[in-house]
C-alpha cells in the first residue's frame, strides 16, 4: 500500500458518514439499537469463540529459532563452497541435508541427454558423477536443504522432481510452481506501543519473522564412466570423478 | 409582581439598533401581544428576554435574575416559534416524552388531547411536517409545558384559519385554569386582541406603547369628509394617517383629543367621525409614512 | 405558582439521557465505519510475495489495525459534528444553559467513545477468529495470533485515550470555529499550512510533528494516560470557557 491507501481511507470515511447523517431519517430507532445490540453481541461471543480455540502453537510454522536460521545459511554456504572448489562428497550427508528421492535406471547406450521439462531443475545443482566402475547404472539422487520464509519453516513443501529415462534422455520434470499462501498477523499498534514484553520476546519474534533462506536442490547423477553426456538444464552443473 | 422588567435595553448590531432604549415592566399572570411590523426587533427582544440573545447595554431582569445563560429563568420559561428544532431522529411522541422530562408541570392528558384533535401522527418525524402542522405541534409543547412565563413568537405561520382559531381557543382556556405570564408576538392582532390583556407595540426596536387592549381603541378616531373642514377641526392634532379620496375629500386618523363638542360639531358639518379597530390603529402608528401607500403614487 | 429549581446537575443528566436517545444515530455510523474497516482488513495489511524454483510463497499479514485508524478518523470527525449549532439549539428548544449543554455533550461524547474503543479493540479478535474458521487452524499457529486478556485490556485503555483525545481535538476545533467566522477559516488553514511545512523537511518547522511524537512514543500507560487526560481537559475545559457567551437559535 503506498499514499494512496490512507487517502482512500479518508475518502471512505467521509463517503460513508454523508451517505448516513441522514440514517437517521430513514431507519427506525429501534431497529438501530437492535442492529447495534447485535453488532456487540457478536463482538462479545467471538472474544468467547477466540480462547476457545485450540491451541495450535505446535503447528507453529515459526517454531524456528536462530539456530535453525544460522544452520540453514551455513548449509547454503557450504554448497556454494563445494561448488567453487569441486568438493561435494561431503555435502550429501551433512546436517541440513535431507534427501527426498532416489532413482535407478539400467542404461546401454552411449549417449546420455539430460533435459528438464517445466524448469524442473532452475537453480538446483546437479551434479553429475562419472564412474569407471558403473556400467549400466544411471543412479539419481535428489537432495533439498531448509526453506524458510518469512520466519516459517516450508521445507516439507519441497516437492522434487519427477525423474524418468526414454529414448536416450534423462528427463527431468517439475511440477507447475506451487503456490503457498500464509497468513500472519499483526499485532495492533496501541497494544505495541506500550506491551512491556514487547521489547524482548517480540522484537525477538519480529526479527524472526523477515529472515528467508531459500534451499537448494542438489541432484546427484551417477552415470556409466563410458557414456557421452549432453545436458541442457537450467541447472548449474558440476562434474565430478 | 414583575415577570419581565427592562430598563433603557439596547441590542445592537454591526449596522443596526435593532432594539433602543427599551423599558418595559411585564407583570405576572397577563397575556401580553407584542405587535409591530417586521423587522421592528419584536423577535430579538423576546430572544433576549429568553436568554438566547445577549444584551449591548442597559438592564435586563426575568424573574428578578439576567436571564442569559441562566438555568433558573430557562427552566420556568419556553420559547416556541415556527423554528424550533427537535432531533431529526425522534418521532413526534419521543419528544413530547422527552419534553416532559424537562417540564415538571408537563400535562401530558393534554398533550395528547391536543395531539389526537389536531389529528398528528405519533410515529412521524419532525421534519416531515408541513409548516402548519410543525407550528401546531410546536404549539402543543408550548402549551401542555405550563411554563412560568410562556412566549411564542408568530406561532401560528402555516397553520390554516381554522387551526389559529382553536389554538387561541385552546391556550386562552388552558390559561384560565392555570395562569401563566404570556407572550405572544404576532401580525395578526385582529385575531388575537380577543385574548390579549395587554399590547406592547413596538417601532423600529422602540416601544411606542404598552397598554390594556381595550384603551387603544380609544387612541384614535376618523374622520372622512371634506378636505377643507377637515382640516380645520384637526388643527394642532397629531395625525396618524390621511387617505385622499374622490375630489376634495380626505380620510384622516387622528389623536382622540376632540372633545365631544367638537364631534358634533365636525358631525353637524357632514364630516363622518368613525371608530377605528385596534389592528388599524396600531398599523397606522407604526408607519413610516403618514400617507400610506397612497404616498408612492401621489408623488407622481 | 413558585419558580421550579434546577441544579446544574440534574439538568445535564436529564440533557445526557435526552442526547443518548436523539443521537442513537452516531452510534450507528460507528458501527457502519468499523465494519467497513474490517471489510477493508480481509485484503490484509501488507503482503509479500517470492518465489524461486517451482515455489510462490505470498504472506498476508493481517492487523485490526485499519479498524482503529477508521475509528480514530470517525472520532475525530464526530468531535467536530458534536459543536454544531443545531446541537445546541435543540438544547435551547427545552431547559438548557450553555455550560449544561456542553457537559452533556461531552457526556455523550464520552460513551460514544467507551462503546467505539470496546468495538474496535474486539475487531482485532473476530478478525482472528474469522481468519481461522476461513483458512484453518494453521493461521492460529503464528504468534501474533494470540493475544492474551491482558494484552487487550491494554489496548482497550489506550485506543479508548487515542478516541477521547482525538474527539476533544475535534470539540475543540469545531466549538472555536463557532464562535467566529475567522476563526472556522484560520484554524484549518493554519493546520494544513503547518502540515505542509512540515512535510518539507528543510522547513525546521515540527510543531505537529511534535505533538504526534509527544503521544505516540509514549512508551508506558501511566503516563501516557496522564498525558491524555490532561491535554482533554485543557482542550475540552477552553471550548467550554471560550464559548460560555454563543448566541443560540438565531
Given at each position: 500500500m503506498t499514499l494512496l491507501a490512507p487517502i482512500l481511507l479518508i475518502l471512505l470515511i467521509l463517503i460513508v458518514r454523508f451517505a448516513f447523517s441522514n440514517m437517521s431519517k430513514y431507519l427506525r430507532r429501534s431497529k438501530m439499537t437492535w442492529m447495534l445490540g447485535a453488532y456487540l453481541v457478536i463482538l462479545l461471543s467471538s472474544v468467547v469463540v477466540y480462547y476457545l480455540l485450540p491451541d495450535n502453537s505446535d503447528q507453529a510454522p515459526i517454531a524456528i529459532t536462530e539456530q535453525d536460521i544460522e544452520q540453514a545459511l551455513l548449509t547454503e554456504h557450504n554448497i556454494y563452497k563445494a561448488g567453487e572448489t569441486g568438493e561435494f562428497a561431503n555435502i550429501f550427508s551433512s546436517e541440513g541435508v535431507y534427501k527426498n528421492g532416489h532413482w535407478t535406471f539400467r542404461y546401454d547406450g552411449d549417449e546420455l541427454f539430460i533435459v528438464d521439462l517445466?524448469?524442473?531443475?532452475?537453480?538446483a545443482y546437479m551434479i553429475i558423477e562419472q564412474d569407471q566402475t558403473n556400467r549400466a547404472t544411471i543412479e539419481v539422487n535428489s537432495y533439498k536443504t531448509r526453506t524458510i520464509v518469512n520466519g516459517m519453516?516450508?521445507?516439507?513443501k519441497v516437492i522434487e522432481p519427477e525423474v524418468s529415462l526414454s529414448n536416450g534422455s534423462l528427463i527431468f520434470t517439475g511440477l507447475d510452481r506451487v503456490r503457498i499462501e500464509r497468513f500472519q498477523f499483526k499485532k495492533d499498534f496501541t497494544l505495541l506501543q506500550f506491551s512491556k514484553q514487547y521489547n524482548q520476546q517480540n522484537y525477538r519474534n519480529d526479527m524472526l519473522r523477515h529472515q528467508t533462506v531459500f534451499g537448494t536442490q542438489l541432484l546427484h547423477i551417477r552415470v556409466p564412466g563410458n557414456v557421452q553426456i549432453q545436458e541442457k538444464t537450467f541447472a548449474n552443473v558440476y562434474y565430478i570423478k | 409582581m414583575e415577570i419581565i422588567k427592562c430598563d433603557n435595553l439596547n441590542k445592537a448590531y454591526r449596522n443596526k439598533r435593532a432594539v433602543k432604549d427599551m423599558s418595559v415592566l411585564i407583570q405576572e399572570n397577563k397575556i401580553t401581544g407584542v405587535i409591530g411590523r417586521n423587522g421592528a426587533g419584536k423577535t430579538t427582544l423576546l430572544k433576549m428576554i429568553a436568554g438566547f440573545y445577549q444584551k449591548t447595554s442597559g438592564q435586563l431582569q426575568v424573574f428578578g435574575e439576567e436571564p442569559f445563560n441562566n438555568l433558573n429563568v430557562s427552566a420556568n420559561m419556553i420559547f416556541i416559534d415556527d423554528n424550533m428544532s427537535f432531533p431529526k431522529a425522534l418521532t413526534l411522541s419521543e419528544i413530547l416524552e422527552s419534553a416532559a422530562t424537562f417540564y415538571p408541570l408537563w400535562d401530558q392528558r393534554l398533550a395528547k388531547g391536543l395531539f389526537d384533535y389536531f389529528s398528528l401522527d405519533a410515529n412521524q418525524y419532525h421534519d416531515e411536517l408541513s409548516k402548519g402542522m410543525k407550528s401546531t405541534f410546536n404549539m402543543i409543547i408550548g402549551i401542555a409545558a405550563r411554563c412560568r412565563l410562556t412566549i411564542f413568537d408568530e406561532p401560528t405561520t402555516g397553520m390554516d384559519a381554522a387551526v389559529r382559531k382553536d389554538f387561541y381557543r385552546a391556550l386562552l382556556k388552558d390559561y384560565i385554569e392555570h395562569p401563566r405570564t404570556i407572550l405572544l408576538s404576532s401580525h395578526l392582532l385582529q385575531e388575537i386582541e380577543d385574548i390579549l390583556e395587554d399590547v406592547l407595540l413596538i417601532k423600529a426596536g422602540q416601544k411606542l406603547l404598552h397598554l390594556p387592549v381595550v384603551a387603544i381603541k380609544e387612541l384614535a378616531i376618523g374622520l372622512r369628509g371634506n378636505e377643507q373642514v377637515v382640516q380645520e377641526i384637526i388643527q394642532d392634532i397629531e395625525v396618524y394617517h390621511k387617505e385622499s379620496f374622490g375630489v376634495n375629500s380626505i380620510y384622516v386618523v387622528i389623536e382622540n383629543r376632540l372633545t365631544e363638542a367638537k364631534i358634533q360639531a365636525a358631525r353637524d358639518s357632514g364630516v363622518e367621525i368613525t371608530a377605528i379597530s385596534t389592528n388599524d390603529i396600531c398599523v397606522y402608528l407604526t408607519s413610516k409614512h403618514k400617507g400610506g401607500i397612497d404616498d408612492v403614487f401621489n408623488r407622481a | 405558582m413558585s419558580l421550579i429549581e434546577l441544579n446544574l446537575f440534574q439538568l445535564t443528566q436529564k440533557q445526557y439521557y435526552y442526547k443518548l436517545k436523539a443521537y442513537t444515530g452516531m452510534f450507528f455510523t460507528m458501527m457502519i465505519v468499523q465494519v467497513s474497516a474490517l471489510l477493508l482488513s480481509f485484503g490484509g495489511v501488507s503482503g509479500m510475495s517470492t518465489s524461486s524454483n517451482n515455489m510462490i510463497i505470498s504472506t498476508d499479514v493481517y492487523s485490526g489495525e485499519a479498524v482503529i485508524i477508521l475509528t480514530l478518523i470517525w472520532a475525530f470527525v464526530t468531535g467536530v459534528q458534536l459543536t454544531a449549532n443545531v446541537i445546541r439549539d435543540i438544547d435551547f428548544a427545552f431547559v438548557s444553559n450553555r455550560i449544561s449543554s456542553q457537559l452533556s455533550t461531552i457526556g455523550f461524547m464520552l460513551t460514544l467513545a467507551m462503546v467505539a474503543s470496546i468495538a474496535a479493540t474486539l475487531m482485532s479478535v473476530l478478525l482472528r477468529v474469522i481468519m481461522y474458521l476461513y483458512t484453518g487452524s494453521s493461521v492460529a499457529a503464528d504468534s501474533n495470533f494470540l493475544i492474551t486478556p491482558v494484552e487487550l485490556l491494554i489496548s482497550l485503555i489506550a485506543i479508548f485515550l487515542y478516541i477521547t483525545l482525538l474527539m476533544s481535538i475535534g470539540y475543540w476545533f469545531g466549538m472555536l470555529s463557532q464562535k467566529s467566522v475567522f476563526l472556522k477559516v484560520l484554524l484549518p488553514t493554519m493546520f494544513f499550512g503547518l502540515l505542509f511545512l512540515e512535510v518539507?523537511?528543510?522547513?525546521?518547522?515540527s510543531i505537529i510533528g511534535d505533538t504526534f511524537h509527544f503521544f505516540?512514543?509514549?512508551?508506558?500507560l501511566l503516563v501516557f494516560s496522564i498525558k491524555v487526560i490532561v491535554s482533554v481537559i485543557v482542550l475540552l475545559g477552553s471550548a467550554i470557557l471560550l464559548t460560555n457567551r454563543l448566541e443560540v437559535r438565531k
Open positions: 517445466n524448469t524442473a531443475t532452475d537453480g519453516d516450508l521445507t516439507d | - | 518539507r523537511n528543510d522547513s525546521g518547522v505516540v512514543d509514549e512508551r508506558s
